[in-house]
C-alpha cells in the first residue's frame, strides 16, 4: 500500500528522472511523481525516455494524459511492467494543447468520459489508479459539480483523488497564470472529504512549508507540493521524521552532493551533458551562505562544452558547511 502523507507533484521540464533521483536521496518516503506524459507521446514516441527511472526512486508514479480508454488501459500496463507503483490520470492540465487533445482540465466536464477512463486503466492492471484534478472549470465553481465529478468517478472503484484546489480556467489564463491567479480554496477539498469520508483526498496548490502540510493532514490523507519541493528542496530533509516517523539521521546538503555525485559521473560517462541534471540542484543551498555563489559556478559553466561534473563539488566547496 502506498503512503500518499506527501508527494511531489507532477510538473513538465522539472519532475525528470534526473530531479527525482536527487529528490530521493533527500527524502526517502515522499511518494514521487513523473512529468505529465501523453498516451500519443508514450504508444508511439520513444518509451525508454519516458518511462525509465532508477529503483532507487520507489515509491514512483507516472502520470498519464488521455482521453482514450484503450490507449490509457495499453499505457498503463506500460506502466505496470516497468515497475511504476502507481498510475495517474491527468484531468488538472489547463493548457491549450491539451484542450486540443481533449485531456487534462477540460475533462471534468464529462465525468462520465473519466469513469470510461478509470475503469479501463483499473481493469488493464493491479497496481492502483489515481486521478488528479482541480475543483472547478472557468466560472463554474459550484461544490456540487466538484461532488458529481468526485462520486461519478469513484463509483468505478477508484478511490484517490489529488485535488488541486483552485479552478482551472480554460479560457483567458495561460497555464502559468493557472498555477497563480484562480483563488485558492482549501476548505472546498476538505469539505470533500468530510462528505465523502471513505474516499483518500489528497490536497495541491499553494503549500510550502511542512508546518501548512500539517495543518492540511488534520482534514485531509495527504499533501502535494509542487514547485517549493523543486526550488526549495530542501525543505523535503525533515519530512521523513515528521510526517513518515521515520528518525534516520538527516544528511547534510554536502552529503547530499557527495552521494549525488556517482550518478551524475555515471549518467555523464553515457553522453548526458551535465547541465540536464544540475539545472535541477540549483535550489539546495537556498538561504545559506555562499548559496548565490554555488548558482552562479554551476549556471555559468555547466552548459559549456568541456563541462564536467568536477565543477559540482568546485561550487559545492563555495558554499559554508
Known sequence: MINRTLSIAPMLDWTDRYYRYFARLITRHTLLYTEMVTTGALIHGNQQR???????????????????????????????????????????????RVQSGRFGACLMLDPNLVAECITAMQDSVSIPVTVKHRIGIDQDDSYETLHRFVTTVSATGCNTFI??????WLQGLSPKENRDIPPLRYEIVQRLKQELPHLEIIINGGIKTLDAAEQQLQ??????????????????????????????????????????????????????????????????????????????????????????????????????N
Not at 163 to 168: D, L, Y
Request: glycine residues 8%; negative net charge; aromatic residues 8%.
Open 50 to 96: 519516458f518511462l525509465e527511472f532508477d529503483p532507487s526512486e520507489h515509491p514512483i508514479a507516472l502520470q498519464l494524459a488521455g482521453s482514450d480508454p484503450a490507449a490509457l488501459a495499453q499505457c498503463s500496463r506500460m506502466a505496470e511492467e516497468r515497475g511504476y507503483d502507481e498510475v495517474n490520470l491527468n484531468v488538472g492540465c489547463p493548457s491549450d
Open 219 to 320: 482534514y485531509l490523507d495527504g499533501v502535494m507540493i509542487g514547485r517549493e519541493a523543486y526550488q526549495n528542496p530542501w525543505l523535503l530533509a525533515e519530512a521523513d521524521q515528521r510526517l513518515f516517523g521515520d528518525d534516520h539521521p538527516i544528511p547534510s546538503r554536502h552529503q547530499i552532493i557527495e552521494q549525488l555525485m556517482p550518478f551524475i559521473q555515471q549518467e555523464f560517462a553515457q553522453g548526458i551533458p551535465i547541465n540536464r541534471i544540475t539545472r535541477h540542484i540549483l535550489g539546495l543551498f537556498q538561504g545559506q551562505p555562499g548559496a548565490k555563489a554555488w548558482r552562479r559556478h554551476i549556471s555559468e559553466n555547466a552548459h559549456r562544452k568541456g563541462a564536467t561534473p568536477e565543477l559540482i563539488t568546485q561550487a559545492a566547496q563555495m558554499v559554508t
Open 163 to 168: 485535488v488541486h484546489a483552485r479552478n482551472a
